[in-house]
């Protein structure tokens, strides 16, 4: 009996002498890959982080509440024909760039002048109309493309070559 | 045994019988598809929005200076109006797609009034100078420039043998929506792709009072162009370069 006995302690003593060994073992690794990381202490280390989350989230903070304030978000004028986009709003929201630079080789190097992803159904589409019911160019800044562009601050160059307004002659004259 | 191998092969013969019958009629189906597509492109004149310009297409003007009266500029102003070639008083440096040249002999002082412009050649020297690609030609002939790859450098116009060309000085504003004009780019006659695309003659060829420019496709035995082009004489400008004009003329 005390023979069993003197055997159950032995091997508790041995497993708790290998649990502390093999913490130790953890507690340097970590103390260890810490140091490696930065030289500096770790209690510093931890200071700095906490602060600068807590600037983030009283600047996150600041600027939302001047966002209710009144900051200018884009106004998106409405499709005059009042359906849904070419595309799902979302993939045009990040995709138009990629259709229109598509449809602009497609149609000066092919021919193909399918008008679903050019850059005329844009401002044909989503005409904004100013004094005398006259569609606005895109000096205008309530014009189609410049209510996001300016809030994303992304110069676009299309407009330096290309018309900003719906219309242009219409000139008759079958091929014989 | 032999009987099991007598089965397979006749199994086999089956199949073979099979798949050539299937072939073939499979082939006939094509056959008729393609008949009635060949069909319908040849009655439908017009060139659907979706379909690329095709290189078996060669547009080309054949242009009979005899018809040219003298002072009369209606396919220059015809230009002008359709793309907006606005001048700003500064005749060097215009835009100008098209111009009147008079042709004076020496000898009997005979002239000759003709409309000049891109000639759209087959082997196009501005093409093979441009640096960036901007220049090309398209598959139907039509040799344009993309001005969202033109840089301005201008070599084009240099190597162009009739100054068909023009460079663009000036901020331009009320561009036609479809006729794209910026400052810094090159550009020129564009044989009015864009009619052309919709299956309608060029802004000149249509102002043309005495109907001196024929325009239509070259490639096309039976169109008017080809057919005149085969019984009428007719030059090329500068025929001794060898460049293959999409741009003829007679009386000259």
């Not at chain 1, 900051?71 to 995709?95: H, L, S, W, Y």
């Not at chain 1, 002048?113 to 019911?133: D, E, P, Y």
């Not at chain 2, 009320?174 to 400052?183: A, F, I, L, V």
Request: proline share 5%.
């Amino acid at each position: 009996m005390s023979r069993h006995r003197s055997a159950c302690f032995l091997a508790a003593c041995n497993t708790i002498k290998r649990s502390v060994i093999n913490a130790k073992d953890t507690e340097m690794q970590s103390t260890q890959s810490l140091y490696c990381f930065s030289l500096r202490p770790l209690r510093l280390r931890e200071l700095c982080v906490r602060c600068s989350v807590i600037t983030g989230a009283l600047v996150l903070m600041f600027f939302s509440f001047t966002a209710a304030a009144g900051v200018p978000v884009p106004d998106i004028p409405d499709a005059i024909k009042g359906e849904q986009c070419v595309e799902e709003t979302g993939f045009m929201r990040r995709n138009h760039m990629k259709l229109l630079s598509h449809q602009r080789d497609d149609t000066v190097h092919l021919g193909i002048r399918t008008q679903k992803h050019s850059l005329k159904n844009c401002f044909t589409c989503h005409v904004v109309t100013g004094a005398n019911n006259q569609p606005v160019t895109v000096k205008d800044p309530r014009h189609f493309c410049r209510e996001c562009h300016d809030y994303a601050a992304v110069q676009i160059d299309c407009f330096q070559c290309h018309t900003s307004v719906p219309g242009g002659r219409k000139t008759t004259g079958a091929r014989p | 045994m032999s009987n099991e191998q007598d089965n397979t092969q006749n199994k086999q013969r089956i199949d073979r019988y099979r798949r050539k019958l299937l072939g073939g009629s499979a082939a006939l189906a094509g056959a008729a598809a393609l008949g009635s597509g060949v069909f319908f492109t040849s009655i439908a004149r017009a060139k659907p929005d979706a379909e690329p310009a095709s290189s078996e297409v060669r547009w080309g003007f054949l242009i009979d200076t005899n018809k040219c009266a003298d002072n009369c500029d209606k396919c220059v102003t015809a230009c002008n109006d359709e793309f907006n070639l606005t001048g700003f008083g500064r005749p060097e440096t215009d835009a100008q797609w098209i111009r009147t040249v008079t042709l004076r002999d020496k000898k009997t002082g005979h002239t000759t009034r003709l409309p000049l412009m891109c000639q759209h050649c087959a082997y196009p020297p501005c093409v093979d100078v441009c640096p960036t690609g901007a220049s090309f030609k398209r598959p139907d002939g039509i040799v344009l420039v993309d001005k969202h790859i033109c840089i301005g450098c201008r070599y084009c116009m240099m190597a162009c043998p009739y100054k068909a060309r023009s460079f663009v000085h000036e901020t331009i504003e009320n561009q036609k929506e479809y006729g794209p004009r910026g400052k810094g780019t090159v550009e020129s006659c564009t044989l009015c792709a864009h009619r052309v695309d919709k299956d309608r003659i060029p802004a000149c060829a249509e102002a043309c009072p005495e109907k001196a420019i024929l325009f239509g496709n070259m490639n096309d035995a039976g169109s008017e162009i080809a057919q005149r082009m085969a019984s009428e004489a007719s030059t090329e400008i500068r025929g001794d370069l060898r460049l293959n004009l999409g741009v003829r003329y007679q009386g000259i």
